[in-house]
């Protein structure tokens, strides 16, 4: 396993090794990615494990191409700051208030979408900052742009917020534009995670947090450095939806005894039926549903039945028993005619005089079958055939009838007091027509009565009942959400549990190796300091959080806090932040650090800039100061970077010049004061041109002082004391060229050896710099040049 093993991998490993498997193991893996991965998780309850998935860092390399910004911040109209995208070092160099801190800024949010400086102050203190995050300077609007140079896209990729006049901070624009590509709507998901996991970004508020903390404070402060608050986001993500399950399951088990102990003082069948299954340890959910909603085997039941119990009107009864009736006046009028084979017979004679027209009768030879006799046969079969009608409508009637008082319903037979309306049923059921209609009344009455009485009843019953069932019903559907949730709730658990566990383990695998090149960088930035930091410890117990810093001063073993300055304190954040920003598994392969060299001494800040050239080798490094310190510590160590100054003017406007060192600088001012500035007069112009050339002179002479001395081993804090007891330019001189600030009578002699024009430069520069100087000043220029260089030799 990779001593950098980025921290999604270290939990796969771990994982891995622990053999959970299932939903909770998916759950742990969605615990990584955010609150809707485990609603996802838990909506669809895998029962096979997860794949694991892979490191979440985009396997492209991104380097920043350039940043501009216009109208945010300190930054009024448009400055762009180049870079080249690959390894190597940038110093953006500027005074405080200069606007350097908002380019830095930009790069961040124009990624992001967010800024750490304001993220980590307290919501007061966050607003104040956000108030002013507009320059005033500035009403065309405001845009921080970075262009990204993406491994094998061929071409930069820009990423730019834009805010129109007026717009709140959060009413911006964010847009991406890929090579050869319109510009689009961006969401920052393309490397949102692995920003979480790979910060690229070290800020002034974030470094100064490790100053003056609590060993808690100090705790949080690595614990983010080292992105580990994403196991505790995790194990966060997982406890909540647990908890929630918990707080139901308890309010099903609080119900359930104030339940049983309702039930058990309610006089109703219902109730000691629900009482007696409500008791059991695993209720039967659908048969408690059975009787909240009104059961069927209980005297409530029957109740309900005789009240349901129903009967014809008296308007269908007098309608049926008049059917018969007629029925019965037609069959009268029809029950003389001929019988049923008689009709027949006619039938077949008709069907002979048919075929054979008129002549004898067939059947006697008597008489003659002739139209006559056809005509009565005919009139004789019409009579017979009216009453098997009226037969049949008379026997539908009665049916009819009889279907009204149908056999009396079982529900009378099951409660006594319903013994008189059963036994008027049954007169009911077995009268006829002509005593139907007074035996339905005598029905009517007593069912009337019947249905007052267990109204009344049931009216009782459910006074007491109704309100139980409510209750019942509502725990019902609890104890249902419950029992659903319980392999949820199971789940959750062991993925919960298995963050616990783990968490001592997972944390101690991602310190290990980020403690042993936080000692390796912190041996560098310390150059001969006495306090050393032999190991890091992030500690962890219940709600106990500190973080333990093994520091020796000298070989002894003391506290941390106590004995380290700010600067070390600086050079410690600094020590645990670039391990994490040069894990290969990351991304991005740049790192933007904004003011690092707060508080260090001398030989700390030699130190910062061998440790920028290293990491520089594989990684470009862009870094933003207010103290030259660095800038000149990296010339002076031969370091290759490249430097650029922020100047800022009025109103705003921001400018980026390529750096030079400091006699190159002063020079150039002064050849400025000397050829372009017409508009002061000659006097003042001359008398600031030979200033400059003196601090030339001096600069000049600094840099070898430090070059040497430092050379020999003498110590940071010697060289400078040395330096700022040497308060004349002479006394600077001749440090350089003696390296003894006792031999200033022979400084003038060695200038005059070396040439007659050098003594008379240093003379012109310290006279001219304090009235104004009558020679040539582009002679003196080009003589302090030479100068400068022979003395830096």
Known sequence: MSAELPLDRLVHHHLAESGLTGWPRALVLAALDGEDAVRLAIERAPATPSAAADDPADSAEVYLASVSVRGFRGVGETVRLPLAPGPGLT???????????????????????????????????????????????????????????????????????????????????????????????????????????????????????????????????????????????????????????????????????????????????????????????????????????????????????????????????????????????????????????????????????????????????????????????????????????????????????????????????????????????????????????????????????????????????????????????????????????????????????????????????????????????????????????????????????????????????????????QGELHALGLALFLPRARVEGSPFRFIVIDDPVQAMDPSKVDGLAQVLAEVAATRQVVVFTHDDRLTESLRRQDIEATVWDVVRGERSSVALERSRDAVDAYLGDAWAIAKERADIPDDVRREIAATCCRSALEAAAHAKVRRVRLARGIPHHEVEEALTKAVKTTAKLTLALFDDDTRQGELMPALNAHGRWAGDTVRACKQGAHRSYGGDLLVLIDNTRRLAAWIAR
């Open 91 to 565: 110093l953006v160099t500027g005074r405080n208030g200069s606007a350097k801190s908002s380019i830095a800024e930009s790069v961040e949010m124009a990624l992001t979408g967010r800024n750490s400086r304001w993220d980590g102050k307290a919501d007061a203190t966050r607003k104040q900052w956000q108030g002013g995050w507009r320059n005033l300077h500035t009403r065309t609007g405001a845009a921080v742009e970075v262009q990204v140079l993406v491994s094998g896209t061929g071409g930069p990729t820009t990423l730019r917020l834009a805010w129109a006049d007026g717009a709140e901070l959060d009413e911006r624009a964010w847009t991406v534009q890929a090579p050869g590509g319109r510009r689009v709507a961006y969401d920052g998901q393309r490397w949102r995670r692995a920003f979480e996991v790979h910060r690229p970004f070290l800020s002034y508020t974030e470094l100064g947090r490790l100053v003056d903390s609590r060993p808690t404070e100090l705790h949080d402060a690595l614990h983010r450095v080292l992105g580990l608050e994403k196991l505790d986001d995790a194990k966060d993500r997982l406890r909540e939806p647990r908890l929630r399950v918990d707080k139901l399951r308890k309010e099903v088990k609080d119900g359930k005894a104030a339940l049983l102990a309702d039930l058990a003082a309610i006089d109703d069948d219902r109730a000691r039926e629900a009482h007696a299954a409500l008791a059991l340890t695993a209720p039967p959910l659908d048969r408690l549903i059975d009787i909240a909603v009104g059961g069927q085997t209980d005297d409530a039941a029957d109740l309900r039945a005789l009240a349901a119990v129903g009967v014809a009107t008296p308007a269908e009864v007098a309608g049926a028993v008049g059917a018969v009736e007629t029925a019965e006046a037609a069959l009268d009028r029809t029950r003389a005619a001929i019988d049923e084979e008689l009709d027949d017979l006619y039938g077949r004679v008709l069907g002979y005089h048919d075929r054979h027209g008129d002549s004898a009768c067939p059947v006697c030879e008597v008489g003659t079958l002739d139209a006559g006799r056809r005509a009565e046969i005919e009139a004789a079969r019409r009579a017979a055939r009216s009453f098997r009608a009226a037969r049949a409508e008379h026997h539908r009637a009665v049916t009819a009838l009889r279907a009204l008082a149908p056999e009396p319903p079982a529900a009378l037979g099951q409660v006594p007091s319903a013994a008189e309306a059963l036994a008027a049923w049954q007169a009911w059921h077995q009268a006829d027509q002509r005593g139907f209609a007074e035996a339905h009344r005598v029905l009517v009455d007593a069912l009337a009565l019947l249905h007052k009485e267990v109204g009344a009843e049931l009216g009782r019953l459910d006074e007491v009942w109704r309100p139980a069932a409510v209750r019942l019903s509502a725990w019902i559907e609890k104890a249902e959400e419950a029992a659903a949730r319980a392999p949820e709730h199971a789940a959750l658990t062991k993925a919960e549990k298995w963050y616990k566990d783990t968490a001592a383990a997972l944390r101690d695998a991602r310190m290990r190796p980020f403690a042993e090149q936080t000692r390796q960088i912190y041996r560098v930035l310390r150059q001969s300091g006495s306090v050393t930091l032999e190991d890091v410890v992030l500690a962890k117990g219940g709600t106990l959080r500190r973080a333990e810093l093994d520091v020796r001063v000298d070989g002894e073993a003391t506290t941390a806090l106590g004995v380290m300055s």
